[in-house]
T-cell receptor, first 113, second 110 residues
Framework: NAGVTQTPKFQVLKTGQSMTLQCAQDMNHNSMYWYRQDPGMGLRLIYYSASEGTTDKGEVPNGYNVSRLNKREFSLRLESAAPSQTSVYFC????????????FGPGTRLTVL | RKEVEQDPGPFNVPEGATVAFNCTYSNSASQSFFWYRQDCRKEPKLLMSVYSSGNEDGRFTAQLNRASQYISLLIRDSKLSDSATYLCVVIKAAGNKLTFGGGTRVLVKP
């Protein structure tokens, strides 16, 4: 089992460019999440998907869109990147929403110039 | 005020010593509490839950103080491998999303 995988691991964008962060899990989990982590801020929830076919906003959704492509995959899209979106992005999953333990991917380090 | 606050540290700890640190939460209705561990440039992983009566897992002891709205983590006989950032996590109600603190960095030195 690979667990939760994320691509790419690193990315540098110019302001205004768009990109999609990919996330996949092979644990047959129903719920998936996207977080961003900034120094001293902890992890902040961007969007989540409690089950296939549903998505909901988290604490900081502005500037992002998501797609739950199927049960395994949950992508995060930046339509027009801004320097404020420079961060480390983590995808996570668990069997059901509300469970304590979430399994995280290795993260994507994004820099927007 | 942040919902979940932690001293960012770093806590510099001699190997073999004991270190303890707290996490405060603002919502008195918060129900569940946990500690996650995050190694440098890695993903967070669940370390342990925090029960009302306090609980131990090997060298790690977690406590909850509802009256003062904080949880604590104590590490005994610190190992070099305990060097990490410890994230406090609070759930306000069953089925709700996790709220993370900013983390406390611990550096164990020989």
């Amino acid at each position: 089992n690979a667990g939760v995988t994320q691509t790419p691991k690193f990315q540098v964008l110019k302001t205004g460019q768009s990109m999609t962060l990919q996330c996949a899990q092979d644990m047959n989990h129903n719920s998936m999440y996207w977080y961003r982590q900034d120094p001293g801020m902890g992890l902040r929830l961007i969007y989540y998907s409690a089950s296939e076919g549903t998505t909901d906003k988290g604490e900081v959704p502005n500037g992002y869109n998501v797609s739950r492509l199927n049960k395994r995959e949950f992508s995060l899209r930046l339509e027009s990147a801004a320097p404020s979106q420079t961060s480390v992005y983590f995808c996570a999953s668990n069997l059901v929403a509300g469970e304590v333990e979430q399994f995280f991917g290795p993260g994507t380090r994004l820099t927007v110039l | 005020r942040k919902e979940v606050e932690q001293d960012p540290g770093p806590f510099n700890v001699p190997e073999g010593a004991t270190v303890a640190f707290n996490c405060t939460y603002s919502n008195s209705a918060s129900q569940s509490f946990f500690w996650y561990r995050q190694d440098c440039r890695k993903e967070p992983k669940l370390l342990m839950s925090v029960y009302s009566s306090g609980n131990e897992d090997g060298r790690f002891t977690a406590q909850l103080n509802r009256a003062s709205q904080y949880i604590s983590l104590l590490i005994r006989d610190s190992k070099l491998s305990d060097s990490a950032t410890y994230l406090c996590v609070v759930i306000k109600a069953a089925g709700n999303k996790l709220t993370f603190g900013g983390g406390t960095r611990v550096l164990v030195k020989p």
